[in-house]
């Protein structure tokens, strides 16, 4: 029933996306941690790399001087070595403030579908000897929560074009039922956000076909 009302949600999502005459279109690269904010260097980068890559997209639902209102929708993929890989389908809603000189904040809470694969084998006991599983992963689910902060080159040069550095906590479950529930991890991207302008076609007049 949860996969269900998320998938509901990223539906919407899309839908929402394609009224827009603006697409923006967002790609970065990212370190993925198992740890909770405050770790790692800085307290933000994880010591070992787990690198990753998310491409996605928004809706604009409002627009003012100093802000904006919007709904992502992204996908994800991260490899933690001897631990997992994993592919994330996610939606966030977020909040930017914009400044005059180009310079943003943002906000964003989030939830999606975590699909996860075993990076080491695993084996099954079967008539009292040990066989190799078929490793098809295991559906799970994240919730997501991001600060960023990033520079938009449109207003200066008028060039559809962002980039960002983005703080992401977000939690993995269910991990290991009945011994580590829920998996914090942390990550950080580094990433631009390129706008597609494109107008909607409208059917001709009979008398003009």
Known sequence: MRLKYTFLLLFATVSAAA??????????????????????????????????ISLGTAHLYRKGIHSELFQTLKLGYFYHQYNQHGLQLYSELGYRYLTGSGFYGEGLLGAGYLHSFA???????????????????????????SLALGYDLKPHCGLPLKFFLQYQFWLQTPFVNKYVPLLPNTALHLGAIYSLRWHKQTALPDHEI
Not at 21 to 49: E, H, M, Q
Not at 123 to 137: A, C, P, T
């Open 19 to 52: 009224q827009n005459k603006d697409l923006p279109l967002s790609l970065s690269i990212f370190n993925n941690g198992t740890s909770l904010p405050g770790r790692g260097y800085a307290g933000v980068f994880s010591k070992t790399i787990h690198p990753g």
């Open 119 to 145: 990076d080491v084998q695993q084996f099954r006991l079967e008539n009292g000897r040990y066989v190799k599983k078929k490793n098809w992963g295991r559906p799970q689910l994240m919730a997501t929560l």
